[in-house]
């Protein structure tokens, strides 16, 4: 596998059950996102964590909680989600240096989740 | 707060024509970052190019360029030679010049290739 990984790729679900999206970076970098990709809206930033440790949550309801073991690996736990919630999640994966400068975002192919 | 607008929802080219993308922002920050990225029917969103708001001048990689306008805050892209390969949506985007800085995006445009 190369570059940025994410599955299921579709995923299916009731307002009830409890799934997880997994995302899974093949580039050694150390800082790790979540997006969320609407019709007709701009990809909203949900989550950012920075070696393993969270440092973004953009007011993200709590039925999603994110998760990151290592700096490999990335999961959304998703439970009690609403019909609104259906989207195309894309995860993403940079290399942080703590200096100034951009360091581009590597982008997954998404998990379309319909939230039934 | 940073927005980024794109106000044409759908374009189309002919094949081998030339088209190109708006894009306008609007930020109180002086250095920053403007992309365009590519999503496919893939999905996964690839950087198309990049520009730094410190250079005046526009950066340009193979068939696409961007004209910079950093007074109007304005940031187009010309796709010249058009290919059926990209056929895709587009998004403009903006980012603070600090290390993981989040990305701010656009609606996007769809672009469709005639042939």
């Known amino acids: 596998e190369t570059g940025v990984t994410q599955t299921p790729r579709h995923l299916v679900m009731g307002m009830t059950n409890k799934k997880s999206l997994k995302c899974e970076q093949h580039?050694?970098?150390?800082?790790m996102y979540w997006y969320k990709q609407s019709a007709k809206k701009p990809l909203e930033l949900m989550f950012v964590y920075n070696f393993k440790e969270q440092t973004e949550n953009n007011s993200v309801p709590s039925r999603f909680s994110p998760e990151c073991p290592n700096s490999s690996h990335l999961f959304l736990h998703l439970h009690t989600l609403q019909p609104e919630d259906s989207a195309l999640y894309l995860c993403a994966s940079s290399q942080e240096t703590g200096t100034s400068g951009y360091n581009e975002q590597f982008f997954g192919p998404g998990t379309r989740l319909t939230v039934l | 707060a940073q927005t980024v607008t794109q106000s044409q929802p759908e374009m189309s080219v002919q094949e081998a024509e030339t088209v190109t993308l708006s894009c306008t922002y609007d930020?109180?920050?002086?250095?920053?970052?403007l992309f365009w990225y590519k999503q496919p029917p893939s999905r996964q969103m690839i950087l198309v190019i990049r520009q730094e708001a410190y250079k005046q001048q526009n950066a340009t990689e193979n068939r696409f360029s961007v004209n910079f306008q950093k007074a109007a805050k304005s940031f187009s892209l010309k796709i010249s030679d058009s290919q059926l390969g990209d056929a895709a949506m587009y998004f403009c985007?903006?980012?603070?010049?600090?290390?993981?800085?989040?990305?701010?995006f656009g609606t996007g445009t769809r672009l469709t290739i005639i042939p």
């Open positions: 985007a903006y980012a603070l010049n600090f290390g993981n800085e989040k990305l701010t």
């Open positions: 580039l050694g970098h150390n800082a």
């Open positions: 930020t109180s920050e002086s250095d920053y970052y």
